[in-house]
C-alpha cells in the first residue's frame, strides 16, 4: 500500500514530503504528512472490521465539527482552526473518505503546536472536564441526527453477553486457565448494579445526548500554555449516556498507573483528579445536566473501568482480535488491571458522592 498515493487523492495543499506513524491508538493507524506547503495533515486509515459503516461515521464527523466550527465563528473566537478539526475532501468528491483495496483513509490538517498527554494533575484535569462539558453542551443543540458508529457501543447489557458469549464459545481454550476463571468470578457479581444505566434509560429517566464516548486523557489537545484547544478522535461521537465521557476519562486519568501496568498493587482512583474534573465538567454542562446524571456520575466513574474490564476480557477470550497487543497476555494484564481500579474506584464512592455535593453547593 502506497501511502503516498492514497495522500494524493485528497486536496491537500503543496506536495507530500513525508509520511511517518503518529500517536498511539489501539483501533486504526495514523500517519503525519509532512508537505512543502503551509500545513501539515494527519492520513488515518479508519478500521472497518471495528467501524463498518464508514460513511455514516464520516457523515458523523462532518456534522459535528461544522456544527462546532459554527458555534466557535458565533462566538467570535480566534484561532478557530486549532480549535476543531478539519476533514480535507477528496480531489474528485466532497467526501471526506477513500477507499483503497477494502480499506478505508481519511485525511484532517494536523493541528500545530499542540499536545497530548498520557497522565495529566488535577488542574489540567479540570480544564479537560470543562472541555468535555463544553463539547457536549455545543452539541446539545445538533440538529442533525447522529447514528451510533458501533452500535450500542457501551451498553453494559451488551458488554456483559458479549463477555457470556466469548466464555461459552472458548474459541482459543483460553477457560482452561484458572486465572482466567478466577477473573470472571470477580466480575460477575457486579454485572447487575453496573447495568443500571440501561435499567434507567429503559424506565425514561435518562436521556441519550450526543456524546465523545472516548474521552480518553491522550484524545484532548493542549496549547503550549498548558489550555486546551480541542479533543479530537472523534470515531465514536454519537448518542450515549454522559456517563461515557465522564467515566471513561476518569478511568485513564484517575489511574494512578496506564491501564496496561501490569503492578496491580499500585493500581488506585485517585480522587483528587476526580475532585478537579467533576468541578470542572459540572461547572460547563450543568446548563444541560438533569439532577439523576449528577448523582450518577460515582457510578459512572466504576462502570468504565468495569465495562472495559469485560471488553478487554472478552478480547482475551475471543484470542485478541478487537485491541491491538504488544505481547501475548497484554489484554489479561490490561483486564486486570481495571478490575482493580474498578475495586478502588466503587470503594470509594460515599466520597465522590460527598464532593459532588460540596460542589453543587458552590
Ligand atoms: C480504544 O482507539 P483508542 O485507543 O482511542 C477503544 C475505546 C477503549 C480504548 C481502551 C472504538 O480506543 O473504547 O476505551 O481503546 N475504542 C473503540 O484503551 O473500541
Ligand atoms: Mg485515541
Not at 9 to 16: P, S, T, Y
Not at 61 to 88: M, N, P, Q, W
Not at 144 to 173: C, S, W, Y
Not at 336 to 349: G, I, P, S
Request: aromatic letters at 10%.
Amino acid at each position: 500500500m502506497n501511502l503516498e498515493n492514497i495522500a494524493k487523492r485528497f486536496a491537500i495543499e503543496g506536495e507530500v514530503k513525508e509520511i511517518k506513524p503518529l500517536g498511539n491508538g489501539l483501533i486504526n493507524d495514523t500517519y503525519k504528512i509532512n508537505t512543502d506547503g503551509p500545513k501539515a495533515y494527519v492520513l488515518q486509515r479508519v478500521n472497518n472490521a471495528i467501524f463498518q459503516d464508514v460513511e455514516l461515521l464520516q457523515r458523523n464527523i462532518v456534522a459535528v465539527t461544522s456544527h462546532i466550527r459554527r458555534k466557535l465563528e458565533a462566538a467570535g473566537e480566534s484561532d478557530i482552526d486549532r480549535k476543531v478539526l478539519t476533514f480535507v475532501p477528496l480531489k474528485d468528491s466532497p467526501k471526506t473518505y477513500c477507499v483503497e483495496d477494502g480499506k478505508y483513509w481519511r485525511v484532517s490538517v494536523f493541528i500545530p503546536d499542540a499536545f497530548t498527554f498520557e497522565t495529566v494533575d488535577p488542574k489540567y484535569s479540570r480544564f479537560a472536564g470543562e472541555a468535555f462539558g463544553r463539547f457536549e453542551a455545543m452539541l446539545a443543540d445538533l440538529k442533525e441526527p447522529l447514528g451510533e458508529t458501533i452500535p450500542d457501543f457501551h451498553n453494559m447489557e451488551l458488554r456483559a453477553r458479549q463477555l457470556r458469549e466469548a466464555v461459552a464459545a472458548d474459541k482459543v481454550g483460553r477457560m482452561a486457565e484458572p486465572e482466567v476463571q478466577a477473573i470472571l468470578a470477580e466480575l460477575m457479581p457486579f454485572e447487575e448494579e453496573m447495568c443500571k444505566a440501561e435499567r434507567m434509560h429503559r424506565e425514561g429517566v435518562l436521556p441519550k445526548r450526543v456524546c465523545h464516548c472516548d474521552t480518553k486523557v491522550n484524545n484532548m489537545m493542549f496549547n503550549a500554555a498548558g489550555e486546551v484547544l480541542c479533543v479530537i478522535d472523534l470515531d465514536t461521537v454519537m448518542p450515549s449516556f454522559v456517563f461515557s465521557d465522564f467515566g471513561d476519562f476518569l478511568r485513564t486519568a484517575a489511574n494512578t498507573v496506564a491501564e496496561d501496568d501490569p503492578a496491580i498493587d499500585k493500581v488506585d482512583f485517585r480522587m483528587d483528579i476526580f475532585e478537579a474534573f467533576a468541578e470542572g465538567y459540572i461547572k460547563s454542562a450543568k446548563v444541560f445536566l438533569t439532577p439523576v446524571e449528577i448523582e450518577n456520575l460515582p457510578y459512572a466513574a466504576c462502570l468504565f473501568p468495569y465495562m472495559q474490564a469485560v471488553r478487554f476480557f472478552a478480547d482475551y477470550i475471543n484470542g485478541d482480535t478487537y485491541y491491538k497487543i504488544k505481547y501475548p497476555g497484554h489484554n489479561l494484564v490490561r483486564t486486570r488491571n481495571q478490575v482493580a481500579l474498578f475495586k478502588a474506584a466503587r470503594a470509594k464512592m460515599p466520597q465522590m458522592q460527598a464532593i459532588l455535593q460540596k460542589l453543587q453547593s458552590k
